[in-house]
């Protein structure tokens, strides 16, 4: 996953949940290794000494539902898990 050094934020300042264009569901990588949501992301770049800082985010293609690490929200991949029919 590549580290973004800037993050795009939506006009409420939100990070986004999901990409544009294209709609394709976002998650967010912090510094100890946790998975988050944009929601959870955003809380943490907005902590001025965030704990685990956010350090990338990137577009969750394929592979099982994650959990957001912080809140336990339930991530879906933008198309799905390939082994879920095997």
Known sequence: M???KS???TSDGK???Y??????????????GSWLCAD????ELDTPDGVDPVIAGDIFW????MTCDECS??????YGDPDEDA
């Not at 544009?20 to 510094?31: A, E, R, V």
């Not at 959870?40 to 809380?43: E, F, M």
């Not at 929200?73 to 933008?78: G, P, T």
């Open 73 to 78: 929200r339930v991530i879906e991949s933008s």
């Open 19 to 32: 990409s544009w264009p294209g709609g394709y569901t976002l998650i967010y990588l912090t510094k100890g």
């Open 62 to 65: 394929e592979g099982p539902d």
């Open 40 to 43: 959870c992301a955003t809380k």
């Open 7 to 9: 993050f795009e934020r």
């Open 2 to 4: 590549p580290e973004i």
């Open 15 to 17: 990070l986004p949940a």
